[in-house]
T-cell receptor, first 114, second 111 residues
């Protein structure tokens, strides 16, 4: 399975955009990039996922580089409630027996400051 | 409406005991999971299960066993509890390989 590298921590001012990077240089062509977050003492929460194209939903945007070796999760207007650990996950291809099993790394602790 | 629920929220028990954690989802999903988050906050998959297939992470001791009475429930049974089993256990569910929805977690403390 492709591994991911994320900075251990980041700060962001409330109301500003939070840009969380993720390196996945060994990703293969049919592996998706998923982002989850875990607010303190809660279960992880799905944010967004993508394969090649940039994606946007009501929570965030996902920018994947053309070579797919890295991606950035963007929270356009961070609030205090966005303070959480953010996990970037490369999911094995659907054809793989381990496609259901997400492998969480250590993630990035994002702290949104007032 | 709670999508994925777990009981109990906290569980304190003695070494050697057998305990169960219950999980229920009302999302109509066909696949359920158990994860373990240890004291260092690493979140690891333990099991994934649908009505056709149980996939077990090879690192999970056989003292742990998932039991599914129906598609909406996946309970976790733990035999002969050890100190190292202390952790937060999360249940999750998904429709096929779509995004997973997690429960609030069960904090297990083994004394």
């Amino acid at each position: 399975d492709a591994k991911t590298t994320q900075p251990p921590s980041m700060d962001c001012a409330e109301g500003r955009a939070a840009n969380l990077p993720c390196n996945h240089s060994t990703i293969s062509g049919n592996e998706y990039v998923y982002w989850y977050r875990q607010i303190h003492s809660q279960g992880p929460q799905y944010i967004i996922h993508g394969l090649k194209n940039n994606e946007t939903n009501e929570m965030a945007s996902l920018i994947i580089t053309e070579d797919r070796k890295s991606s950035t999760l963007i929270l356009p207007h961070a609030t205090l409630r966005d303070t959480a650990v953010y996990y970037c996950i490369v999911r094995p291809p659907i054809s793989s027996g381990s496609a259901r099993q997400l492998t969480f790394g250590s993630g990035t602790q994002l702290t949104v400051l007032p | 409406d709670t999508a994925v629920s777990q009981t109990p929220k906290y569980l304190v028990t003695q070494m050697g005991n057998d305990k169960s954690i219950k999980c229920e989802q009302n999302l109509g999903h066909d696949t359920m999971y158990w994860y373990k988050q240890d004291s260092k906050k690493f979140l690891k998959i333990m099991f994934s299960y649908n009505n056709k297939e149980l996939i077990i992470n090879e690192t999970v001791p056989n003292r742990f066993s998932p039991k599914s009475p129906d598609k909406a429930h996946l309970n976790l049974h733990i035999n002969s509890l050890e100190l190292g089993d202390s952790a937060v256990y999360f249940c999750a569910s998904s429709h096929r390989l779509d995004e997973q929805f997690f429960g609030p977690g069960t904090r297990l403390t083994v004394l």
